[in-house]
C-alpha cells in the first residue's frame, strides 16, 4: 500500500526527525535533522528506502546484520548508506527500519528489517550509483544533529 | 556545501571564458560555452568545481569545462583536465562512479521509412532482449570468476571472441574495446556486483534508441560512417554498471588515505587522489581499466542483442548489415602524449563526462577513419535530437583532444518529476512520433527533453570553437530505458 504525504509527515514527527531532498542539478543531496546520532541512522534508512522503492511501505521479513566502524560520523554515515545501496543491488533488499544495538560517531551496531522488491508493492526508482563525500557532514547541532550528502543518480 | 566565493569569470570570445588564477589555484580555468549557456550556469557549484580541479597537484594547461558543464561532485561534470606522469594525480572522482560510461553508433541498410510500419515490434524486441532499470541482470548469463576476470582483462575482445560481434566492431571502439588492466585490482564485492550485469542498461539516463539520420552536415564524412540521410541507426548509452561503482567507492577510500599520506591538500574530499607514480595510482588504474573494459564488453553484447532484434523484425541479413560505427567512453582517465608548448609530454588526461576526440591523422585512430578523425557521438535527449561530430585539430591543440559528451542537465531531478507529474510524457512523445519503453514511471519522467538543455547549442559552441566538426544529426523514434 502506498503510504500518503500526509502519512509519511505523521510518521516523521511520531519520529521527531525529517529528512529532505535539497535541489541539485543531477544528483540528489539529502539533508536530515534528528534528535540524536542513532535518529540521523535510522532516518538515512528511510531515505535509501524511499530512494530505492518509493513511497511504499517495507515489511519486515528479514534481517540483516550491520557492524560499521569509521574513523569519524560523516565517514560512518557514508558507509551505512552505502552498505544499504550494496545490499540493494545485490540482494533486492530494500531497508525498512534500522534497530540500534550500539552507535556513536565511530561505531554502529545492530540490524536492518527489510524485505526482498517486490514489484507488487514497489514502486521502482532510477538507480543511486553511490553516495559521495561531496559536501559531506554529520554535525551535532544545537537542536540535535544534521547530516548533509550528495547521492550520484 | 561550502560557500562559492566571488569568481573571476571573464569573457574571452564568443564561446570561451577565463576563470582567472586565485587563491592556491595552480593554474586558470577555462570554460566553452556561449552567453546563454554561461546564464544556465548561475546558481549551482559548477565553476566552483572548476576553480576545485585547478588545485590539484601536477595539472597541465587549464581547468577544462565543456559546454555542457553541469554541477557534480568532486570534479564537474563535462571536465577535462590534464596531469604530469612525474608530478601529477589521478582521482577517481575526476573519472565518476559509471567507469568508461560511453556511447556507441550502430548504422542499419534500413531507411526510416522501411522501419514505421515495424517500429513498435522492433521497441517490443529491443524492450525484452536488452534488460534495463534498476539493478537490471541477465538471467542468460551469469559470469564465473575466471570468466568475469577475462571480462575485465580483455573487454570487448572478450565477447566478439564469445560469438557476440565482429572482428570488423574491435576497430571502431576507443582503443580498440581493451584498456591494459588488472583484475586482481577489483575487489570481491566489485565482482560479484558485476557477474550478471554485463549486457544491461541499467537505469537513469542510459538507453538504446533508434533513430534516423535526419541531417547531414559534412557529406563525405558521413558517407564513409554509414549515416546517409533516412538511414536508422541505434545509439546505445550505459558503463561499467555495479561493477564499476564499487571499483569508484572502494578506490576513493584508498584515495583519502593516500591523499592524507602524501599530504595532498584538498579543497574537496571527493577530489581525494594519488601521485601518478604511487602504488595507490597504479592499483586504481589497472581496476579502473579492468572497469572500463566491462563497460566495453556491456556495450558489445547490447550491441549484440540490438543486432538480434533487427534480425527477428526485420531480417538477419539486414542485422549482418548493421555495422557498428564507433564507441566512445565519456568517464575515464588516460595516458596520453600531447603537445604542451611544443614538447610532446605524457600526461593522464581525465574526461568525466567528456569526450576524446581526435584529430585527423592521429596515429591510435582506426585506419578505416584516420583521414576524417575520430567520431564523436553526443546523445541529447529522448524528444529532440543527437549529434556526430569528428575530432579536429583544434580539440588537439586546446583541450587535450577532447570535447563535449551530451546535452548536460539544466533541471533536477526532483524539479523535472514535478513539471512532468500532471503530464503524460510517454503519450506526448508518441504522438511526436517517439515511442517510449521504460521500467520505470519516474525515470521518464525525470528524463523529460526539458530537463536537458538543447543539445544543438552545446554542439555549436563545440562546432564554433573548432573543438568539434558536426558531421550529422539524429532523430529518436524509439527509446528504451530504464
Redesign the interface.
Known amino acids: 500500500m502506498p503510504v500518503t504525504e500526509q502519512e509519511a509527515a505523521a510518521r516523521n514527527r511520531s519520529r521527531i526527525v525529517t529528512y529532505r531532498?535539497l535541489?541539485?542539478?543531477?544528483?540528489?543531496?539529502v539533508e536530515i535533522e534528528a534528535t540524536s546520532l542513532a535518529n540521523v541512522f535510522r532516518e538515512a534508512t528511510s531515505v535509501v528506502s524511499h530512494l530505492?522503492a518509493?513511497d511504499t511501505n517495507v515489511d519486515a521479513t528479514e534481517s540483516r546484520a550491520v557492524s560499521l566502524t569509521a574513523q569519524a560520523a560523516d565517514e560512518l554515515l557514508l558507509r551505512f548508506i552505502?552498505e544499504l545501496l550494496?545490499q540493494?543491488?545485490?540482494e533486492?533488499f530494500v531497508p525498512g527500519k534500522l534497530e540500534i544495538e550500539q552507535v556513536d560517531q565511530m561505531l554502529l551496531e545492530g540490524a536492518v528489517l527489510g524485505e526482498p522488491f517486490d514489484e507488487s508493492k514497489h514502486?521502482?526508482?532510477?538507480?543511486v550509483?553511490?553516495a559521495?563525500?561531496?559536501?559531506?557532514s554529520v554535525e551535532e547541532t544545537t537542536a540535535g544533529w544534521r547530516a548533509?550528502l550528495?547521492l550520484?543518480? | 556545501m561550502r560557500p562559492v566565493p566571488s569568481l573571476q569569470v571573464k569573457r574571452i570570445d564568443s564561446h570561451r571564458w577565463r576563470v582567472e588564477r586565485t587563491g592556491r589555484m595552480r593554474t586558470h580555468g577555462l570554460i566553452f560555452a556561449d552567453a546563454e549557456l554561461m546564464h544556465d550556469l548561475e546558481g549551482d557549484q559548477c565553476i566552483q568545481q572548476v576553480v576545485n580541479v585547478a588545485h590539484l597537484p601536477g595539472i597541465v594547461g587549464p581547468s577544462i569545462a565543456m559546454p555542457d558543464i553541469h554541477w557534480g561532485y568532486g570534479f564537474p561534470i563535462g571536465g577535462v583536465a590534464a596531469f604530469d606522469e612525474t608530478d601529477g594525480v589521478v582521482s577517481p572522482g575526476g573519472v565518476g562512479y559509471d567507469i568508461n560510461c560511453g556511447v556507441r553508433l550502430l548504422s542499419t541498410p534500413l531507411t526510416i521509412g522501411e522501419l514505421r510500419p515495424k517500429l513498435s515490434l522492433l521497441a517490443d524486441d529491443l524492450y525484452r532482449n536488452i534488460p534495463s532499470g534498476v539493478g537490471s541482470s541477465r538471467s542468460d548469463l551469469k559470469l564465473s570468476r575466471t570468466e568475469l576476470d577475462r571480462v575485465l582483462e580483455r573487454g570487448a575482445e572478450w565477447a566478439v571472441d564469445q560469438g557476440f560481434g565482429t572482428a570488423e566492431d574491435l576497430e571502431c571502439i576507443e582503443a580498440g574495446g581493451r584498456l591494459d588492466s588488472d583484475p586482481d585490482c577489483v575487489s570481491n564485492r566489485a565482482k560479484e556486483r558485476g557477474r550478471n550485469q554485463v549486457g544491461t542498461v541499467g537505469s537513469g539516463n542510459h538507453f538504446v534508441e533508434v533513430g534516423y539520420v535526419d541531417e547531414v552536415y559534412q557529406s563525405d564524412a558521413a558517407a564513409r560512417l554509414g549515416l546517409s540521410p533516412g538511414s536508422v541507426t541505434v545509439f546505445i548509452h550505459s558503463g561499467s554498471r555495479g561493477l564499476g561503482y564499487q571499483v569508484c567507492d572502494d578506490y576513493l577510500d584508498t584515495m583519502v588515505q593516500a591523499a592524507a599520506k602524501y599530504d595532498i591538500e584538498l579543497p574537496d574530499k571527493q577530489l581525494c587522489c594519488a601521485p601518478l607514480s604511487s602504488k595507490e595510482a597504479r592499483m586504481y588504474l589497472g581496476a579502473m581499466n579492468a572497469a572500463a573494459n566491462y563497460a566495453f564488453a556491456n556495450r558489445q553484447l547490447m550491441s549484440h542483442y540490438a543486432r538480434r532484434s533487427i534480425a527477428t523484425v526485420f531480417s538477419p541479413h539486414i542485422a549482418g548489415q548493421t555495422e557498428l560505427v564507433y564507441d566512445v567512453a565519456h568517464n575515464i582517465a588516460k595516458f596520453e602524449t600531447h603537445l604542451i608548448e611544443g614538447r610532446p609530454r605524457r600526461v593522464c588526461v581525465h574526461r568525466k563526462g567528456a569526450t576524446r576526440a581526435f584529430p585527423p591523422g592521429h596515429s591510435e585512430l582506426t585506419e578505416r577513419y584516420r583521414d576524417i578523425g575520430q567520431p564523436v557521438l553526443i546523445p541529447g535527449d529522448m524528444g529532440r535530437y543527437s549529434f556526430v561530430l569528428t575530432g579536429t585539430e583544434g580539440a588537439y591543440s586546446e583541450t587535450f583532444g577532447s570535447t563535449c559528451h551530451g546535452a548536460g542537465r539544466r533541471m533536477s531531478r526532483h524539479h523535472a518529476k514535478k513539471v512532468a507529474r500532471p503530464r503524460n510524457v510517454r503519450k506526448e512523445l508518441e504522438r511526436q512520433g517517439i515511442l517510449i519503453r521504460a521500467a520505470s514511471r519516474r525515470t521518464v519522467d525525470e528524463e523529460i527533453p526539458e530537463a536537458y538543455k538543447d543539445v544543438a547549442k552545446v554542439v555549436n559552441v563545440v562546432n564554433g570553437a573548432g573543438i568539434g566538426r558536426k558531421v550529422a544529426r539524429l532523430r529518436p523514434v524509439a527509446v528504451v530505458k530504464g
Open positions: 531532498f535541489p541539485h542539478t543531477a544528483d540528489v543531496i530505492v518509493g552505502r550494496t540493494f543491488q545485490l533486492t514502486d521502482p526508482q532510477p538507480e550509483k553511490a559521495t563525500r561531496h559536501g559531506l548533509v550528495v550520484d543518480l
